[in-house]
């Protein structure tokens, strides 16, 4: 396995805190705005990019989950999950990077489906089940030099900003899976 393979398995963990921990008002109001949200970032893309938006799948592929992963799922590190990795797109401008991890137990009975969604996005899934609960929201910040930075903005010409995200623990029909949001520079560009 060469070193960017493993990278985009495990990247270097980045510090989750919960949104009590954070001073708010460090942060700007817009990308505050897409942190707080508890809706669907799949419809508030479609909003904010009628027409034009799109799913570009990076990786789909069975991973051991890192340690704080396999704690907020409730399982063992040593169980295989489902890793994967999306950027989510408004026209050719990459907006957010997503990492969605699925344990087996998730992915049986009719919620299979999750591991053949492609293109497709998940948000779209989850949302429409009327079972899904969303707890232990976390924030995060990713530096440019961290190697998950990296994996979210491939260009290395893009502007070196901080990049914050959100990972949520939900569970659908009590099944847990856990999906991280990155939101990119260009969605606070206009």
Same mark, same amino acid.
């Given at each position: 396995?060469? @070193?960017?393979?493993?990278? /985009? ?19 700007? &109001? ?14 508030? =893309?479609?909003? #904010?990019? &009628?027409? *034009?938006?799109?799913?570009?799948? /990076? ?5 051991? &989950? ?5 704690? %907020?799922?409730?399982?063992? =590190? ?9 950027? /989510? ?7 957010? #990077? ?22 497709? &996005? %998940?948000?779209? #899934? ?21 190697? %998950? #930075? *990296?994996?979210?903005?491939? @260009?290395?010409?893009?502007?070196? *900003? ?14 847990? /899976? ?13």
């Amino acid at each position: 396995m060469t @070193d960017a393979a493993s990278n /985009l398995k495990h990247p270097q963990s980045t510090r989750w805190l919960r949104p009590a921990q954070i001073l708010k008002n460090s942060i700007n &109001p817009q990308i505050l705005s897409w942190l707080s949200d508890e809706g669907s970032l799949t419809r508030r =893309m479609k909003a #904010y990019c &009628p027409e *034009q938006f799109s799913v570009a799948l /990076l990786a789909e592929e069975w991973v051991l &989950p890192d340690q704080s992963e396999s704690i %907020l799922l409730g399982i063992p =590190m040593s169980q295989r999950v489902l890793l994967r990795q999306v950027h /989510l797109k408004c026209d050719q401008s990459l907006c957010v #990077y997503a990492r969605s991890v699925i344990p087996l137990s998730t992915l049986q009975g009719k919620h299979r489906r999750l591991q053949y969604l492609g293109t497709k &996005p %998940l948000g779209e #899934y989850l949302f429409a089940s009327p079972n899904l609960e969303r707890s232990k929201v976390e924030w995060s910040k990713l530096t440019p030099s961290s190697n %998950l #930075y *990296q994996i979210a903005i491939p @260009d290395k010409t893009a502007t070196k *900003q901080d990049i914050w995200g959100r990972r949520s623990l939900f569970k659908i029909d009590k099944k847990p /899976l856990l999906v991280s949001e990155f939101f990119l520079p260009v969605l606070f560009e206009t």
